[in-house]
């Protein structure tokens, strides 16, 4: 499936390479909106014809409310509109971005400028959809087909050391997480917050689910203040859970830092020892971190 499709005249509306979508299929849009763009769309259609076709998937941005919306329509009816409230606006008029759309088993997946955006659970087979339509207040410059083993990619660096990430975050630690060595999270846990997770896995791409070695999930609804810990081998094994520590409370600022050990990791936040947890699998497979919630990140080191 790897085309390249340059400078489609808007609106553009094409057919799929092979015929129809497929699982590991990875479709990149290069664009720009347009200097007064009001919205526009991406929409993978059951169809050549838009009013005649069902839309699987239809991604739309909509500049006046800075919103972006994703939705379905099946049997000539719009289903229920999802959007999100926990990333900035995207985009800007007249500034570039990268849209990319992979397709797995589940969902869509969607990052923007190499960010994590949304997932988006199918609401039709995924191999319905046999068009791409493109309309709206935008500029096309490249529409790259592709595909993919694992979404997103992340290219080796130095080793990690990110100052004030935006979540979702997920990234390489580029370099071993030997016997001694730590991850450390600077962070404030948020005013009013459900809950929180910190993983060592392997692999920091959505799709396929990583090996998470070592889940570690502070949670707060409903009165909570447990922090329930856990790895995903294929699925996910008994809980340990322990006590959320004072400094761990909503609003509270802390360094927490997660240490191997030769046969368990050693957890700490602001020097204090909070929780042990033990190896389940070779934690040598730990190369990544991954982070989400309701948690403000201000750096995150490998040592």
Known sequence: MNTTINNPVIPCVMSLP???LQQGNLIVIH???????????????CGQQRELGEIAFQLTSHFD????????KLNKEWGVEEGTTTHKFPFKRLQPFK??????????LITVDGNHHCEYIHRVSYSEANTLQITGDVQVSMIEFRSANTFPTFPSSNRL???YPPLPFASLINGPLSVGNEIQVHGQVKPHPNRFHINLQQGCQSYPHPTMVFHFNPRYEGGQRTIVMNSFIGSWGSEQRVAVPRNLLPGNNFV?????????FEVSVNGSVIATYNHRI??????SVSIDGDVIIHKVVAY
């Open 18 to 20: 092979g015929g129809r």
């Open 31 to 45: 664009g720009q909106p347009t200097y007064n763009s009001n919205r526009f769309c991406v929409s993978l259609v």
């Open 65 to 72: 409310t800075s919103w972006v919306i994703r939705n379905s």
């Open 99 to 108: 849209i990319e759309i992979f397709t797995s088993p589940s969902s869509y």
């Open 256 to 264: 927490l830092a997660i240490r191997r050990q030769p046969s368990y």
């Open 282 to 287: 070779a934690a040598d497979m730990v190369d």
């Open 161 to 163: 050391n990110v100052a």
